[in-house]
């Protein structure tokens, strides 16, 4: 497998991943990509999954495959891994470089517009303790994203990608703005959970009164037409 030095460390995450697209090796390996993002893998894998499960998480199976990345990447922010460690099969899968070098042409001027408006601040939301809480989120998240919820990848994973711009920029105003999207769902959440706890005792009495008066529904109507 190639290992190349782009020092990513240095240089503008933008032309990093133009650079990749320009070796000659026509294969591009993870393992690659995981070297290539220097110190900014974890924040740029986060952002890689999380807007490949926006983009086709609405294919069946595809959350359950690209969430379990993010479940591994999330528990290692959790334990302060200071490098990423995928498995060996995982570093070894890989795309057609020219079938990147074409994605990379959509989506490279709309990042380094966001580049542009991108700058470290906020570097308590980008602290230690802070990459603990985003890897505890990120898990709890990527949980819900391996889940078969049809619709359900959207918003999880969208949060996803916010921490990761953020952490692989060291840019906190973009994780402070992923936290806000995930207090609004854990709050939707408790009101949707507090909501059934007050209306399930009504409910559910009207759905056994329900399922008891189909038989006699049915009997009613069999013996009607069948007459």
């Not at 922010?77 to 990423?84: C, E, G, P």
Request: net charge neutral; aromatic share 12%; glycine share 10%.
């Amino acid at each position: 497998m190639p290992d190349y030095d782009y020092q990513s460390d240095t240089r503008p995450f933008s032309q990093v991943l133009e650079d990749i697209g320009t070796k000659r090796d026509p294969k591009l390996y993870l393992g690659e990509l995981v070297n290539a993002f220097g110190e900014r893998g974890f924040g740029a894998l986060m952002l890689f999954f999380g807007l490949m499960n926006i983009a086709i998480g609405i294919i069946p199976g595809t959350t359950t495959i690209l969430g379990a990345p993010l479940l591994l990447i999330g528990l290692q922010l959790i334990i302060r891994q200071d490098q990423l460690w995928l498995p060996k099969w995982a570093l070894s899968r890989s795309i057609e470089r020219e079938a990147y070098r074409n994605g990379l042409d959509t989506v490279l001027p709309r990042l380094r517009k966001m580049e542009r408006l991108s700058k470290p601040r906020l570097t308590i939301m980008t602290s230690e303790v802070s990459e603990v809480l985003i890897g505890i989120a990120t898990f709890l998240l990527a949980f819900i994203l391996v889940l078969p919820i049809w619709g359900g990848n959207l918003i999880p994973a969208l949060i996803i990608s916010t921490f990761g711009f953020g952490l692989m920029q060291r840019d906190g105003l973009a994780v402070l703005i992923g936290w806000c999207a995930f207090g609004l769902i854990c709050l939707a959440g408790l009101i949707i959970w507090l909501t059934w706890q007050w209306v399930s005792p009504w409910l559910l009495p009207v759905w056994e009164w329900a399922q008891g008066l189909m038989p006699q529904a049915w009997a009613w109507f069999s013996g009607l037409f069948g007459g």
